[in-house]
């Protein structure tokens, strides 16, 4: 596909009022990917990535000097962003107030760019209510050794279990190594019922196949297996966001897929940021997503136990 236009980048943080430093710097050695580059990524897929990502609750990882080099994880705001990088106050577990990123369209897109963030990890819940989270997320982690057809077969295996609950799931391939098995859902149910509602799913898939998955975190018990990272939907944990690029070799993406389409992909960081501006002008793979209302009741709950 076709390399992205610096120019494009440049001319966008412009027209958002937002003072593009070093637009020339590489941000990806691999790739000579500058951050004006980037900032034409986003000026290329933000209309198909805001809708994931706007009014949520943000992680944010920042490489000041690129991908290769050091690169730190951001929650609360130090100072230095544009004012499109909104905040909001949210209660911790200790009582306490602390700000979080959110960002409601490009321009803060572009503001966190700016800021060298690489990478864009989000709640599960939105800022209007952050008590009720509105997808869950199976975040599949293979230990070293198994291969993208673990991961597929895995991913399908989630998508069944799920279906049998009466939840439609989309896959994420996350730019790494795994793929995300994305449950949308009306924001009805809360935090803690949520993430018993995953636990026991998890659990379930590990009970029944022990051999291939495993629940728990323990690095020990991995051996071999595929863990179901069931822990993404907590309140305060993030999942890296649809359309986001990964801070890995290659300049991967984390790209929305369909499930027919899982069938042709061989590994999870196949997308380029190039391959995912090219496939942002293609149909929606996640098309039905917003249209999808589905929640975890009670009585789900109930017959999890
Ligand atoms: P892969 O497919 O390679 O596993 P991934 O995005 O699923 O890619 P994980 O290592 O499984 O990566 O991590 C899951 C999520 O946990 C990350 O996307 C991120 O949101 C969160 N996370 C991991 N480390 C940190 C950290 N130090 N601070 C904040 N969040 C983190
Ligand atoms: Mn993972
Ligand atoms: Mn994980």
Redesign the pocket.
Known sequence: SAPLSGQAGIDAAEAAGIKLTSPDRVVYPGQGVTKADLVAYYVAISERMLPYIENRPL?LLRCPQGRAKYCF?QKHDTGGFHESMKSLMITEKDGSQEDYFYITDLAGLIAGTQMNVMEW?LWGSRIKDVEKPERIIF?I?PDEGLGFADVRAAAITIREELQGWGLETYPLI?????V?VIAPLRASAEWPDVKAFCKGIAQRLADNEPDRFVATMSKAKRKGKLFI?YL?NERG????APWSPRSREGAPV?VPITWDELETINA?NQFSLADAAARAQQPDPWKDYFSTTQSITTAMLKKLE
Request: proline share 0%; glycine share 16%; aromatic share 6%.
């Open positions: 992680s994880f990890h975040d982690d996350s730019g790494g190594k795994g995300h990272d993404r944990s993030t999942a890296i984390a999870a």
